[in-house]
């Protein structure tokens, strides 16, 4: 594929996830971020694998032409190499590949370099493979058959006055150089380069955790393929009362994804809340009439990830919704949910946030626990962390602090009692996914503030 030279146009992104009239289901990009959930929205177009890779083609060309210099020059580094083993992937290197090259071949390394002046950012690939022409290639092996030399003697022609390379002791993500493949680089390097070797942490982080506004036209309405599957999930269409099990449900999501052409990042949780059960209960359990139902479910598509949490209720022969506790219960994790992006606040750390959110719930009067996580590229995604749940104080891992243009998964849960259940304690867990744009945190695809109802006879 030909390079796409300079930013994408957002409305050349547009026309492939458009077309979708003929077949009746909604465009992708016509969904639009939402602070409202709709209940069992339709399922929004799933494109050919061949319209996938152009886009997901032209959204990197995009971030390659933007998010790359700008990092680079807000930390000043003058060069950033990168490098990848066949059937050992690191974390950055793969979200760079073209939709064509699935996976690095032999070794691939990627080198930008910042020539200064305003010029545009160098951007070269050190492999046998060419890379869909998104980088130069700058070795020839018949010429120079050791590749860390050509690596060497391209540092040493462009005299980079730092060299950033993916090593972190906190963040796998930016993690990704090998002790081998240091030692050998470093080998290679005339004596005066390697003392210009630093962190590329908050390079590999910053890639990895920024959002375009080209990502940004399409993520609501993948959020919204993972709502309407949950809508299916979650109805007389999946699940018969007194026999369908949580384990059912499970392997329906798993079939439901392979037949439409999509992946899950994680295996399907589904459990009951039942009444005079203290702990959820999953595998073989039948699902009953009462029962509350607890789905934990995410996708990967366009190389963007899901993650959500939603609660559902089966009713008793004569109710039409669900007991009032356990409709407050939802309430109060709505309430938590206020409290978390009341308190986001760009260059705030996580841990300022958690204790901030907190604070500011337990003075509502609830009962909160907060361990929220960044979502993008991966599930559990590159950036700071909001508390854990087994760490409600903060963590080193809450250390880093939250930029603008960012993805969240708003992962929580609130402790309330339920009068209709004799007054027991029940953990109302909720999951919804958001960006920050630097000011404010809005839902992409809205939040669950009813519970899902599903018929107990039919």
């Given at each position: 594929?030909?390079?796409?030279?300079?930013a994408?146009?957002i409305?050349?992104?547009?026309?492939l996830?458009?077309?979708?009239?003929?077949?009746?289901?909604?465009?992708?990009?016509?969904?639009?971020?939402?602070?409202?959930?709709?209940?069992?929205?339709a399922?929004?177009?799933i494109?050919?694998?061949?319209e996938?890779?152009?886009l997901?083609?032209?959204?990197?060309?995009d971030r390659?032409?933007?998010?790359?210099?700008?990092?680079?020059?807000?930390?000043?580094?003058?060069m950033?190499?990168?490098m990848a083993?066949?059937?050992f992937?690191?974390?950055?290197?793969?979200?760079m590949?073209?939709a064509?090259?699935?996976?690095a071949?032999?070794?691939?390394?990627?080198?930008?370099?910042?020539?200064g002046g305003?010029?545009?950012?160098?951007?070269?690939?050190?492999s046998?493979?060419g890379?869909?022409?998104l980088?130069?290639?700058?070795?020839?092996?018949d010429?120079?058959p050791?590749?860390w030399?050509?690596?060497?003697?391209?540092?040493?022609?462009?005299?980079?006055g730092?060299?950033?390379?993916?090593?972190?002791?906190?963040?796998a993500?930016?993690?990704?150089?090998?002790?081998?493949?240091?030692?050998?680089?470093?080998a290679?390097?005339?004596?005066?380069?390697?003392?210009?070797?630093?962190?590329?942490?908050?390079?590999?982080?910053?890639w990895?955790?920024?959002?375009?506004?080209?990502?940004?036209?399409?993520y609501?309405?993948?959020?919204?393929?993972?709502?309407?599957?949950i809508?299916?999930?979650?109805?007389?269409?999946?699940?018969t009362?007194?026999?369908t099990?949580?384990?059912?449900?499970v392997?329906w999501?798993?079939?439901?994804?392979?037949?439409l052409?999509?992946?899950?990042?994680?295996?399907?949780?589904?459990?009951?809340?039942?009444?005079?059960?203290?702990e959820?209960?999953e595998?073989?359990?039948v699902?009953?009439?009462?029962?509350?139902?607890?789905?934990?479910?995410?996708?990967?598509?366009?190389?963007?990830?899901?993650?959500?949490?939603h609660?559902?209720?089966?009713?008793?022969?004569g109710?039409?919704?669900?007991?009032?506790g356990?409709?407050?219960g939802?309430?109060?994790?709505?309430?938590?949910?206020?409290?978390?992006?009341?308190?986001?606040?760009?260059?705030?750390?996580?841990?300022?946030?958690?204790a901030?959110?907190?604070?500011?719930?337990?003075?509502?009067?609830?009962?909160?626990?907060?361990?929220?996580?960044?979502l993008?590229?991966?599930?559990?995604?590159?950036?700071?962390a909001?508390?854990?749940?087994d760490?409600?104080?903060?963590?080193?891992?809450?250390?880093?602090?939250?930029?603008a243009n960012?993805?969240?998964s708003?992962?929580?849960?609130?402790?309330?009692?339920?009068?209709?259940?004799g007054g027991?304690?029940?953990?109302?867990?909720?999951?919804e996914?958001?960006?920050?744009?630097?000011?404010?945190?809005?839902?992409?695809?809205?939040?669950?503030?009813e519970?899902?109802?599903?018929?107990?006879?039919q």
């Amino acid at each position: 594929m030909a390079r796409v030279a300079g930013a994408t146009p957002i409305a050349a992104v547009l026309a492939l996830v458009a077309p979708a009239a003929a077949t009746g289901q909604v465009p992708l990009a016509a969904v639009p971020m939402s602070d409202v959930e709709q209940q069992a929205p339709a399922l929004p177009q799933i494109l050919p694998i061949r319209e996938r890779a152009a886009l997901e083609n032209r959204i990197l060309a995009d971030r390659l032409d933007t998010v790359v210099p700008r990092l680079m020059r807000d930390q000043k580094i003058a060069m950033w190499v990168l490098m990848a083993r066949e059937y050992f992937e690191e974390p950055v290197v793969a979200t760079m590949l073209n939709a064509e090259s699935l996976h690095a071949r032999r070794r691939t390394i990627l080198i930008f370099f910042d020539p200064g002046g305003g010029k545009p950012i160098e951007r070269l690939t050190v492999s046998r493979y060419g890379l869909g022409g998104l980088f130069k290639p700058a070795w020839n092996p018949d010429a120079q058959p050791d590749q860390w030399k050509a690596v060497a003697d391209i540092i040493a022609a462009r005299n980079p006055g730092s060299i950033a390379i993916n090593t972190s002791a906190l963040s796998a993500f930016a993690d990704g150089m090998t002790l081998s493949q240091f030692g050998e680089m470093k080998a290679a390097l005339p004596e005066p380069y390697r003392s210009r070797i630093v962190s590329g942490e908050k390079l590999a982080i910053g890639w990895l955790e920024t959002r375009t506004p080209q990502e940004m036209q399409i993520y609501p309405g993948i959020l919204r393929m993972a709502h309407a599957v949950i809508g299916e999930a979650f109805s007389r269409k999946v699940i018969t009362p007194g026999k369908t099990t949580t384990d059912d449900v499970v392997w329906w999501y798993r079939q439901r994804l392979s037949d439409l052409g999509l992946k899950t990042w994680f295996q399907p949780s589904v459990a009951v809340l039942r009444q005079g059960q203290k702990e959820m209960l999953e595998g073989d359990t039948v699902i009953q009439p009462g029962d509350m139902l607890w789905t934990d479910f995410g996708i990967t598509y366009l190389r963007l990830n899901t993650d959500t949490q939603h609660l559902a209720y089966v009713l008793k022969p004569g109710e039409t919704r669900a007991p009032e506790g356990l409709r407050a219960g939802l309430r109060a994790a709505n309430g938590v949910q206020d409290a978390l992006l009341a308190s986001f606040r760009e260059g705030a750390t996580g841990n300022e946030v958690l204790a901030a959110a907190r604070a500011k719930a337990i003075a509502a009067g609830l009962k909160p626990s907060i361990y929220s996580h960044p979502l993008g590229y991966h599930g559990h995604a590159a950036g700071t962390a909001i508390g854990f749940w087994d760490n409600q104080n903060g963590d080193e891992r809450g250390l880093y602090p939250i930029h603008a243009n960012t993805t969240w998964s708003i992962e929580l849960a609130a402790y309330a009692p339920v009068p209709e259940w004799g007054g027991q304690e029940v953990q109302f867990r909720s999951e919804e996914n958001a960006y920050f744009d630097g000011r404010k945190v809005r839902f992409l695809d809205g939040r669950q503030t009813e519970i899902t109802l599903i018929k107990g006879d039919q």
